[in-house]
T-cell receptor, first 113, second 119 residues
Framework: GDSVTQMEGPVTLSEEAFLTINCTYTATGYPSLFWYVQYPGEGLQLLLKATKADDKGSNKGFEATYRKETTSFHLEKGSVQVSDSAVYFC????????????FGKGTRLSVIA | GAVVSQHPSWVICKSGTSVKIECRSL??????MFWYRQFPKQSLMLMAT?????????EQGVEKDKFLINHASLTLSTLTVTSAHPEDSSFYIC???????????????FGNGTRLTVT
């Protein structure tokens, strides 16, 4: 079945450091790919998405490129801030029947000043 | 944009009691509602899928008699945790599909989640 694998955390970075969170997927067909963010005590928010190969999703300084050849959707940010501390989930969605979002296990990011 | 209102945002209940969680789509029709559960520091696990007017489909290992799902209208779905026990303490979140597109192409919208603590 469809699955998402993302790097395990926690990840601790200093402010202004470069961030990469790896995400790879397995899916039949051509999924849409997403990154969601969950701040402490809150629900999930869509951070960015890409719906086809070579698309780049971007938001709030975060970017991820849909790489079909490597089945990857790595999240990057050039300079993290303390306010970016959260849990980040990679997810995929295929358009077959009732298929909902399939999530990775999440990566906790802590940014220290 | 489309909004899903989930209530309550947190609840503490005694063991043996039942708790009802509601998700309402405020400005669109949610043809399908997915219910997820998230244990502390873990990912979201799909519990069940419900289509308006139909019985919910439960994932393997989820007790349908314990987690009652009702999706009686296109704007309201409820999850009732019956005879709750401490091990049911978790973060429950709904995901609504609807508000544009057709079928599986319709957008997805999360509720803000409900943190349940059973004492």
């Amino acid at each position: 079945g469809d699955s998402v694998t993302q790097m395990e955390g926690p990840v601790t970075l200093s402010e202004e450091a470069f961030l990469t969170i790896n995400c790879t997927y397995t899916a039949t067909g051509y999924p849409s790919l997403f990154w969601y963010v969950q701040y402490p005590g809150e629900g999930l928010q869509l951070l960015l998405k890409a719906t086809k190969a070579d698309d780049k999703g971007s938001n709030k300084g975060f970017e991820a490129t849909y790489r079909k050849e490597t089945t990857s959707f790595h999240l990057e940010k050039g300079s993290v801030q303390v306010s970016d501390s959260a849990v980040y989930f990679c997810a995929l969605r295929t358009l077959s029947g009732n298929t909902p979002l399939v999530f990775g296990k999440g990566t906790r990011l802590s940014v220290i000043a | 944009g489309a909004v899903v209102s989930q209530h309550p945002s947190w609840v503490i209940c005694k063991s043996g009691t039942s708790v009802k969680i509601e998700c309402r789509s405020l400005d669109f029709q949610a043809t399908t509602m997915f219910w997820y559960r998230q244990f502390p520091k873990q990912s979201l696990m799909l519990m069940a899928t419900s289509n308006e007017g139909s019985k919910a489909t439960y994932e393997q290992g989820v007790e349908k008699d314990k987690f009652l799902i009702n999706h009686a209208s296109l704007t309201l779905s409820t999850l009732t945790v019956t005879s709750a026990h401490p091990e049911d303490s978790s973060f429950y979140i709904c995901l609504a599909r609807g508000g544009g597109g057709q079928g599986a192409n319709s957008p997805l919208h999360f509720g803000n989640g409900t943190r349940l603590t059973v004492t």
